[in-house]
């Protein structure tokens, strides 16, 4: 069982920047799709990116493209969102999650998705 642990969530004026990190233990989640996802209060968790095992593949929320950038460090064990130009439409709470059973399927629901982290609120002033 992988263990994921987001950070870097805060509050940033609008038109900021913030760094999403998500570090997992447990075990290795190099082989796995990892991808995050947000939950705005009152609205359902959604899909926001997701990147293959190497990183060579990623998939993107159209509300973010082109603002929101996915990446991953499998050395480190790690994935990270940098989010620019955040808007008070992206105020949630977002989590990270992995994919054990895919290695190049970027599947945008939350059934696709195994392990889950706790969340870092992330909030933009407007």
């Known amino acids: 069982q992988v263990q994921l642990v987001e950070s870097g969530g805060g509050l940033v004026q609008s038109g900021g920047s913030l760094r999403l990190s998500c570090a997992a233990s447990g075990r290795m989640i190099s082989n796995n799709v990892m991808g995050w996802f947000r939950q705005a209060p009152g609205k359902e968790r959604e899909f926001v990116a997701g990147l293959s095992w190497s990183g060579a593949i990623t998939r993107y929320a159209d509300s973010v493209k082109g603002r929101f950038t996915i990446s991953r460090d499998n050395p480190k064990n790690k994935v990270y969102l940098q989010m620019h130009s955040l808007r008070h439409e992206d105020t949630a709470v977002y989590y990270c999650?992995?994919?054990?059973?895919?290695?190049?399927?970027?599947?945008?629901?939350?059934?696709?998705?195994?392990?889950w982290g706790q969340g870092t609120q992330v909030t933009v002033s407007s």
């Open positions: 999650a992995a994919a054990v059973k895919s290695r190049n399927y970027v599947g945008s629901s939350q059934a696709e998705y195994d392990s």
